[in-house]
């Protein structure tokens, strides 16, 4: 990539489909957390018209009501209009989860079994996870992404008030940031698709979402006289959510992660328990590459794990600093190997992961929200000292 060029990434709003289907997910797994933080689960929904569907594999103790839970997550998303035929209390829920294969959970399970290498409790599938982080913001994350999600932040903010009252669930976002040099210089566009009521015009969506929404939330300073504001451009945009489009779990990893300014593995997040490290390593390489970028030892980095099902240990463990780092890549990496363990098990131990938090993480992204303990900056002082 040369020095001077221009990178877009987007976001999608609480009720755009795929976004309705991670929270319902994600609100399924805290619901078998609440009750049995042992449990193991896998659940996927898809989403369209008035109909839900839940499938995938959960094995817990947890004894709860399926339906509820979905009603309660679409409610807390704003699907609640009269006007809706996606609404959280007359949608058709369609429930084919099983139990975990047992051939899967022998892998996992922290205890000896036939072909197994170790009783050690193994990862829960095979799969490559990235972890990212950069100065270029205040959350060490990428400026593209950031602003994307700091547009719906502002939208969903804003439905709910009387003000905002028009504006419906489903929304998106996409900021182009141009770089100088390499560095952050301007926003050239911003592109904002949001549902709304019948009864507002074309023109007043602009000017409220322009005035209201994107000038508020974006850098002053890197909106300029050249800024190109495509608001609403098909011109309409009633029918949205689950009744415009289907919805699955999974199939917003880039919005999920570092909007395509850092690479992601294969598997998605929502939905899985931390057993399964597509979502809890992913988690932990971010949590490395925030604490080195914190460090002041390289303006970003990207890392790179990867695991084998059913064995406790990475079977690779990689690092890159671009040129940017303050020691050779190889010094850093073995300062990280030193401060931080890999194996399942203590991601799961060191991020405290099994709690019912997983609602908070599904929406604008699972990175850069300082609440969350992968974002932690808690092991800078112990990553020095190990590279002395």
């Not at 982080?133 to 502002?154: F, G, Q, W």
């Amino acid at each position: 990539m040369t020095n001077d060029f221009i990178f877009s990434s987007e976001s999608v709003g609480e009720g755009h489909p795929d976004k309705v289907a991670d929270y319902i997910s994600d609100s399924v797994l805290d619901a078998c957390f609440e009750q049995d933080p042992s449990s193991r689960v896998a659940c996927e929904t898809l989403v369209k018209s008035n109909c839900v569907f839940l499938a995938g594999e959960i094995t817990t103790s947890a004894v709860f009501d399926y339906e509820k839970v979905v009603r309660q997550a679409i409610r807390d998303i704003g699907y609640v209009n009269d006007d809706d035929i996606f609404h959280a209390d007359k949608v058709f829920i369609t429930n084919v989860l099983t139990s975990q294969s047992p051939d899967i959970a022998q892998g996992v399970d922290a205890k000896s079994a036939e072909g197994k290498e170790t009783a050690e409790q193994g990862a829960g599938d095979q799969g490559i996870m990235f972890g990212y982080a950069c100065d270029e913001t205040d959350e060490l994350m990428p400026a593209a992404i950031m602003y994307s999600h700091r547009v719906n932040r502002k939208l969903a903010e804003l439905r709910r008030t009387e003000e905002g009252s028009w504006l419906r669930p489903d929304c998106k976002s996409q900021v182009s940031v141009a770089y100088k040099d390499g560095k952050l210089a301007s926003i050239t566009a911003v592109v904002v698709s949001t549902q709304h009521t019948e009864a507002v015009n074309h023109a007043f969506i602009q000017e409220f979402v322009t005035e209201k929404v994107i000038k508020p939330v974006l850098p002053a300073e890197l909106l300029t006289e050249d800024t190109q504001y495509l608001i609403n451009p098909t011109g309409r945009f009633v029918e949205g959510g689950p009744q415009g489009d289907a919805g699955l779990t999974g199939r917003k990893i880039i919005v999920d992660t570092y909007g395509g300014w850092g690479r992601h593995g294969g598997g998605a997040f929502s939905g899985k328990d931390p057993s399964k490290v597509d979502r809890s390593a992913a988690y932990m390489m971010r949590w490395v590459a925030k604490n080195i970028v914190a460090a002041g030892l390289a303006s970003c980095v990207e890392l790179q794990a990867a695991y084998a099902i059913g064995h406790p240990l990475p079977v690779s463990i990689t690092l890159e600093t671009f040129e940017t780092g303050k020691v050779s890549d190889e010094a850093l990496i073995e300062a990280v190997k030193k401060t931080f363990s890999f194996k399942p098990a203590d991601i799961v131990s060191q991020l405290d992961l099994l709690h019912p938090f997983y609602r908070t993480t599904t929406h604008y992204g699972h990175f850069g929200k300082a609440e969350l303990p992968w974002e932690q900056t808690n092991k800078v002082e112990e990553l020095k000292n190990n590279l002395a």
